[in-house]
């Protein structure tokens, strides 16, 4: 088992007054995938949102207990966001490319997060990142053509991309193929395959034959708490907690 | 299986499944019966059923194959239904086996002699008998999930393979008496093997279900009488 990258001690998250995580204990292995599962509301969503503090940006939002990356706390008011999310990269359900060029959604990043200062080193990063996200061969006749043109599953590769190229730790995948088909699916899970050897990979998915293919590592969340962790292949054989078995078997009532 | 599925026909399509299992466990018992009682009574009138009730296991066996592939691509189970979908398949196939012995069995009662010493049949008889117990307790223990009664069927087999072994031996004594005996005898050690191998099987049953029942397989090795560490 590889170390521990990200541990979760006793985290709670508030909307207000509503409860959305109670206690959650959870450590995250450095280059590996970890799948997260559970019913809808269940707080799979909140509790990545809490690794690159993205809750930030909802007012109502309150977080207690400690989240830490490599040791150290996340949570601290003196830590820089926006340097914790080169880190720690995102991407979402639905494919969500800027209404900018292939090139420029890539570049756009390391621009930004001054890593790429001449032409040729920017050059360097979009093709680099386009080649990890499986993209490259696909779209490098036409890199000032509009990212959004691409098919969706291009268009979710390509927000692979744009996450890896300002080269982060840790990747966060919400329901990344919940909208792709089931081509478009496998390249993304053979791309997951490939990636977690350079990153730790955190995936939120509905698809429970998903969460078996592709990570080594499960959670299973139901009403904010974490109900059962363990090895991917013992929780779908043979789970501990009997409410996990009854929520990947499909009883759940 | 406590709680019900979501999808109701998910559900009747596992116990439809498991049905199917204890059905054809039930006619391998039967035939298992048929043709022990065929070999003591010496009786030729029975073979062509026994041969017969074969066929019907063999379209059990190709039935719930057919059910298992169905529910492996509808409902791709996970955890203990698909331990309860695999298990089947396993235990099926060990059924299906058990039901060729003792075909094989029921075609060696032709070629013997009508008059046999009863002294050579009863240790065979003793052993008729303890695999066929050994077969309904396992039987019992699937459809009741009973854990610990299939491990006790699992470790007990270890009775089968000493009583195989005095069996052997009587059948070996009787030959070496006469050996005008030699081809009945013959088919008798055969016969003798049958139902040793038959146990083996039963064993496979037992590990399945401590298998379907726990999600871990039976530690150890299983203990083991005199024939198999000759």
Not at chain 1, 171 to 191: N, R, V
Not at chain 2, 138 to 149: C, F, G
Not at chain 2, 176 to 202: V, W
């Amino acid at each position: 088992m590889n170390e521990v990258k990200i541990k979760s001690n006793n985290l709670n998250v508030f909307y207000g007054d509503k409860q959305a995580l109670f206690d959650v204990n959870l450590d995250l292995n450095e280059k590996e995938v970890t799948a997260l599962i559970g019913p809808s509301g269940c707080g799979k969503s909140t509790f990545i949102r809490c690794i690159n503090r993205m809750n930030d940006v909802i007012d109502i939002c309150k977080v207690t207990g400690n989240i830490e990356i490599d040791g150290v706390e996340i949570n601290d008011e003196n830590l820089d966001v926006v340097s914790l999310r080169e880190r720690v990269g995102m991407v979402f359900q639905k494919p969500n490319p800027f209404p900018k060029s292939i090139y420029d959604n890539i570049s756009y990043g390391p621009k930004i997060h001054g890593k790429g200062e001449t032409k040729s080193e920017l050059d360097e990063i979009v093709e680099r990142s386009l080649k990890k996200a499986a993209l490259w061969e696909e779209v490098k006749d036409r890199l000032d053509e509009p990212g959004t043109g691409l098919s969706g599953g291009q268009q979710q590769r390509l927000c692979i991309a744009r996450a890896i190229s300002v080269n982060p730790e840790v990747i966060l995948m919400d329901e990344p193929c919940s909208a792709l088909d089931p081509i478009a699916t496998a390249k993304i899970e053979e791309l997951i395959d490939e990636l977690k050897k350079t990153y730790t990979i955190v995936i939120v998915t509905h698809s429970m034959a998903q969460a078996v293919r592709v990570s080594q590592k499960t959670g299973f969340f139901h009403l904010g708490k974490l109900i059962e962790v363990g090895k991917t292949e013992k929780i779908f054989k043979n789970p501990d907690n009997k409410m996990t078995q009854d929520y990947i078997t499909g009883r759940f009532g | 299986m406590s709680n019900e599925h979501t999808v109701k026909s998910y559900e009747e399509e596992l116990q439809f499944l498991v049905d199917s299992v204890i059905k054809m466990g039930s006619l391998t018992e039967s035939q298992m019966v048929d043709s022990m009682d065929a070999i003591i009574k010496v009786d030729k009138d029975s073979i062509d059923k026994i041969i017969k009730s074969d066929d019907e296991i063999n379209k059990f066996r190709s039935k719930i194959d057919t059910q298992i592939m169905t529910l492996l691509v509808k409902r791709a189970p996970m955890a203990i239904d698909l331990r309860e979908t695999i298990s089947s398949l396993k235990i099926s196939q060990d059924l299906e086996r058990i039901g060729d012995l003792s075909k094989s069995n029921a075609k060696k009662v032709k070629p013997l002699p009508l008059d046999l010493p009863e002294e050579l049949l009863s240790n065979l008889k003793r052993l008729g008998e303890l695999v066929i117990k050994q077969l309904n307790d396992v039987l019992d223990s699937y459809v009741n999930k009973n854990y610990d009664k299939a491990k006790e069927v699992w470790e007990k087999d270890e009775q089968v393979d000493d009583l195989t072994y005095i069996a052997m031996e009587s059948v070996i004594d009787f030959l070496s008496k006469d050996k005008k005996n030699l081809d009945f005898s013959t088919h008798l050690i055969f016969a003798t093997k049958n139902l040793e191998r038959a146990g083996d099987h039963i064993t496979n049953i037992a590990e399945s279900i401590c298998y379907l029942i726990k999600g871990e397989y039976l530690k150890g090795s299983r203990p083991k009488g005199k024939v198999i560490q000759e």
